[in-house]
């Protein structure tokens, strides 16, 4: 079976090297990935995908595209003689590119679907306070995340996964169910089953507006909002002019008396207990964050060279 696979980010790679490990039934014959580009703030020169890298140390061919719609793309794809195209965490595909593929083109993505149809969806999970999520394989079409399923499989969120573990988890079981689906397309032997529009939410793209902190909800909301958003883009706020990622916070349950002064959602208290910020129920802890310019600290590495002389301002996050 002659495979082009199409993927980038790390999420993509466990798929490609399960694929690649079964060379007696599989032939991957193009891996398609975004264009080098800088990937460090603190390294300017282009860097290559992590699909990338790992077909090249495969000695696999590779194209770059950052244009699947291009008239070159599809004449590259074609030139394939593709049996089947593996989709992971890459760009849109046009029908013109999907359909070259003799038995099909199918998609890994990362949500038990219709659930989560977007850019998304492992962030938004947690975000949502769910516990439970999973990965869909489906056949591509026209509207975005919307064809007919062809296998899933379901993963527990636990309490403390964040967006990069659960990630991680994701793409391990997508991998295998990739494999799996490979094999029923070349017995013949799909199942497909039909998505329910009715049931389906959305996981747009993460932007700067829509990973602000919004310190007037629930603690617990907060806390789901943080974690579903680490390490990577990463929720954020605002702590005296500077941004302020926040990567990890609990909610926080004392019998100690905090004060009423400051007390609006956003309010700073600190003390022994650490760092903690007023939500619209109660306070949470903030336990790991970077403050602009700075790395990555935990709380109490952080207070230890913290000074805040201004008591007649109370400290707020905004």
């Keep these: 079976m002659r495979i082009v696979f199409m993927g980038t980010p790390d999420f993509a790679v466990p798929s490609l090297q399960r694929i690649a490990s079964e ?3 599989f032939e991957i014959v193009l891996v398609v990935t975004g264009r080098d580009k800088p990937r460090r703030k603190k ?35 074609s030139a394939s003689r593709p049996d089947v195209i593996v989709v992971a965490a890459f760009r849109i595909l046009p029908p013109a590119v999907y ?6 083109a199918f998609n890994l993505h990362a949500s038990l679907l219709p659930a989560y149809r977007g850019a998304a969806p492992i962030n938004w999970a947690i975000i949502g306070g ?18 007919s399923m062809i296998l899933t499989e379901s993963v527990t969120i636990a309490e403390d996964d ?27 032997n799909v199942s497909v089953k039909k998505q329910n529009d009715r049931l389906a939410s959305k996981a747009p793209k993460l932007t700067k507006e829509n990973t602000r902190i919004r310190w007037d909800s629930r603690s617990a909301e907060l806390c789901d909002f943080i974690r579903g958003l680490a390490m990577k883009p990463a929720a954020w706020t605002t702590m005296d002019g500077k941004n302020l990622k926040v990567y990890k916070a609990v909610p926080f349950e004392s019998p100690i008396s905090l004060p009423e002064r400051g007390n609006e959602p956003g309010s700073v208290y600190i003390g022994d207990s650490g760092l903690l910020v007023r939500t619209a129920d ?6 790991q964050f970077q403050l602009e310019g700075k790395k990555i600290m935990e709380a109490q590495e952080f207070l230890r060279g913290f ?3 201004d008591r007649e301002r109370p400290l707020l996050l905004l």
């Design 130 to 147: 769910d516990r439970v999520t999973g990965v869909t394989t489906f056949f591509l079409q026209e509207k975005v995340d919307t064809g």
């Design 99 to 104: 359909s070259i593929a003799r038995l099909g």
């Design 43 to 77: 390294n300017a020169l282009p860097e290559p995908t992590p699909v990338k890298q790992y077909a090249l140390e495969l000695g696999l061919p590779v194209y770059e595209t950052d244009d699947p719609s291009s008239a070159e793309f599809a004449a590259i794809v």
């Design 162 to 188: 964040n967006a990069t573990m659960l990630a991680e988890k994701l793409s391990m079981k997508g991998a295998a169910l990739v494999v799996e689906t490979l094999r029923l397309i070349n017995a013949g």
């Design 282 to 287: 109660g306070w949470i802890a903030l336990q």
């Design 307 to 309: 000074r805040y002389d």
């Design 23 to 25: 060379n007696n039934e």
